[in-house]
């Protein structure tokens, strides 16, 4: 009986400095494991930025040429970063005051380019009905190239000037806030 109880003082023994944990060594590094490596990585997601000159509150409708689906995008500010799916899409038409405008020529579409998990500039708008006119010169002067797309509604006629204006809406997105705007790239 004597055996088993000093056997069985030393199976205890063994078994609870087996179990132990060992304390942390103050020199050891530690590195991140990769899971919050993956964290730490992660992508944003894909979103488009509208330059509108003017008016600001237009809703403008996108056809993703992909999915085939059409959304309707409210632009409410000078630059209006909407978060969309990745694809190729076309302008179709817009609403402004109430009133729904649809392409007129549907051979001449501005179609844009979003690839995945970028911020990317789709243009400089200019809408105005029934012509965009004079008024908007200096702004159009400012663009590297603008094209002219006639739309109409049932009441009557609108256009749209859509450009490129990329390396002044780019300096003004990095001046935003540096720690959390990336470049844009453009997306036609």
């Known amino acids: 009986m004597k055996n088993i109880v000093l056997l069985s003082l030393h199976f205890l023994i063994l078994f609870g400095c087996s179990h132990r944990e060992k304390a942390p060594d103050s020199q050891a590094v530690s590195t991140p494991s990769t899971e919050s490596k993956n964290i730490l990585k992660t992508p944003g997601k894909t979103k488009a930025i509208f330059h509108i000159i003017e008016p600001l509150d237009v809703e403008i409708a996108l056809y993703n ?3 085939k689906r059409e959304e309707t995008v409210l632009v409410d500010k000078t630059l209006s970063q909407l978060e969309l799916k990745p694809g190729h ?5 817009f ?9 007129t020529n549907p051979a001449k579409q501005f179609i844009f380019n979003l690839k995945k998990d970028k911020i990317t500039y789709v243009g400089s708008y200019i809408f105005q009905c029934p012509k965009v006119n004079q008024t908007h ?12 797309y006639p739309f109409s509604s049932k009441t009557g006629l609108c256009e749209v000037v859509v450009g490129s204006d990329f390396k002044s809406v780019n300096k003004v997105w990095m001046s935003l ?5 990336r470049a ?3 997306g036609f």
């Open 65 to 67: 040429i992909e999915t």
């Open 89 to 93: 899409w076309q302008v179709r038409g």
């Open 184 to 186: 844009l790239s453009l």
């Open 95 to 103: 609403i402004l005051a109430g009133k729904r405008y649809t392409i």
């Open 137 to 148: 010169m200096k702004e159009m002067k400012k663009m590297s190239f603008f094209n002219r």
């Open 177 to 181: 806030d540096n720690e959390k705007h």
